[in-house]
């Protein structure tokens, strides 16, 4: 599998972006793509998910409300909807798959098998 993770930009804070992630080479249906991001100087953090089949989604606190996590089987994409930026929503943002869903490894890096190389999301004050 092969993600390639799009739509990053800069945005002034209030403002919206949409990331996309495009998985190619993707054989089943199970599963679940997870995006997380990470801040310069961070460790890198779960953002959200969303599980393939039935499309149950999941979002850190700090995100929920202001993002929106969504998908489209047909095209194997996933996107990030985020609104109402804040500058601390600035960093590199990173779409990841995996072939299990248990959901409470859903947050953690380490449960996903394949990872996107990186959009840059930079919300100035």
């Known amino acids: 599998v092969q993600l390639q993770a799009s739509g990053g930009g800069l945005v002034q804070a209030g403002g919206s972006l949409r990331l996309s992630c495009a998985a190619s080479?993707?054989?089943?249906?199970?599963?679940?793509v997870g995006w997380f991001r990470q801040a310069p100087g961070k460790e890198r953090e779960f953002v959200a998910a969303?599980?393939?089949?039935?499309?149950?989604?999941y979002y850190a606190d700090s995100v929920k409300g202001r993002f929106t996590i969504s998908r489209d089987n047909a095209k194997n994409t996933v996107a990030l909807q985020m609104n109402s930026l804040k500058p601390e929503d600035t960093a590199v943002y990173f779409c990841?798959?995996?072939?299990?869903?248990?959901?409470?490894?859903?947050?953690?890096?380490?449960?996903?098998?394949?990872w996107g190389q990186g959009t840059q999301v930079t919300v100035s004050s």
């Open positions: 990841a798959d995996r072939k299990s869903f248990v959901v409470a490894t859903l947050r953690l890096g380490q449960w996903y098998d394949y």
């Open positions: 080479g993707r054989t089943f249906r199970s599963g679940a």
């Open positions: 969303i599980s393939w089949n039935v499309g149950s989604t």
